[in-house]
């Protein structure tokens, strides 16, 4: 995908450090300099997501990491760990060096041309209808299992107060044509004021500005569900919720000399991670699979 997906890549919490200092970036470069030898495979993440990455982190090692839960998990915090541990179950030398990314698109372009091996986060199998340059790893998540909430304002009684389709179809809600499977889920639905805005951090300022009514967002592990963007809060409309349809998955670079080889092992350890319970354990406790929802209308 062109940009990245409000789905995909939203915060509970946007406070953003600085970019630049985080890696020993190489002047001129978005990418980090490794000692001549060194055995890290460069994996483009979103800046955002790197920020609170580390903060999750603490210092721990992530693969050894057995609670994905706290304060600053997510979905996308939680699949940088799920990456590391895959490889670590595999192949020890296969290991990652974080390269913050400012935009789907540069990350992607680093991918094609072979400059970095994988991302540390999943993509729509379905953004990417030409995949030149491109490997896609095993699915992370499955077809049905990514669910999104109707995030509006507090104050937007109307919203609030819708309870089923037909009412959901009469409000303007927000999106981004390139954001291809959030786009089509919302045309889909049949929303007839559906608004394309180029940035995802402008979408929440127009929610409280009262230009628009919903987004589309994934439920967040806060008590509440709520989701705080550059100091705009917004909450779930009560008992809706939409099922994306498609399939995530890492992306990993055809023109890396080590892409091949890192598919295969990734593959590898994400089954062994499936088969010991802790992908879905790691959604489940960063509040992606949120039970709180589970007997909410499926639009």
């Known amino acids: 995908m062109s940009a990245p997906s409000a789905i995909a890549d939203c915060l509970f919490d946007t406070t953003h450090l600085g970019r630049r200092g985080l ?3 190489a002047a001129g470069s978005l990418l980090p300099t490794w000692a001549a030898g060194e055995p890290l495979l460069p994996a483009l993440i979103p800046d955002d997501v790197l920020l609170d990455y580390q903060r999750f982190l603490a210092g721990r090692d992530p693969a050894a990491i057995t609670d994905y839960g706290g304060a600053l998990s997510r979905r996308d915090v939680v699949e940088v760990v799920l990456i590391h541990q895959a490889l670590a179950r595999q192949d020890r030398k296969l290991r990652l060096s974080m390269a913050p990314m400012p935009t789907s698109q540069r990350l992607q372009a680093e991918l094609r041309i072979g400059h970095a091996a994988c991302s540390a986060t999943t993509y729509w199998r379905e953004d990417f209808p030409q995949p030149d340059g491109l490997l896609f790893s ?7 299992e990514f669910e999104a909430g109707l995030y509006t304002t507090p104050g937007n009684a109307q919203a609030l107060a819708a309870r089923q389709l037909r009412d959901v179809q009469q409000l303007r809600v927000l999106s981004n044509n390139t954001w291809r499977v959030d786009w089509q889920t919302l045309e889909q639905l049949g929303m007839a ?3 394309h805005v180029a940035s995802w951090n402008l979408m929440p300022r127009m929610l409280q500005q009262g230009r628009a009514d919903l987004l589309l967002a994934p439920f967040q592990p806060t008590p509440d569900m709520a989701l705080v963007v550059d100091g705009v809060r917004l909450v779930p409309i009560p008992g809706l919720k939409v099922s994306m349809r498609g399939t995530r998955h890492f992306l990993v670079s055809a023109t890396h000399a080590l892409g091949p080889r890192l598919l295969d092992q990734l593959n590898a350890g994400l089954a062994r991670l499936r088969q010991q319970g802790l992908v879905r354990r790691a959604y489940e406790q960063s509040g ?4 709180k929802v589970a007997g909410w209308t499926r639009l």
């Open 23 to 25: 890696l020993g970036l």
């Open 138 to 144: 095993d699915a992370v998540l499955l077809e049905g």
């Open 193 to 195: 004021n559906l608004q």
């Open 288 to 291: 992606f699979f949120n039970a």
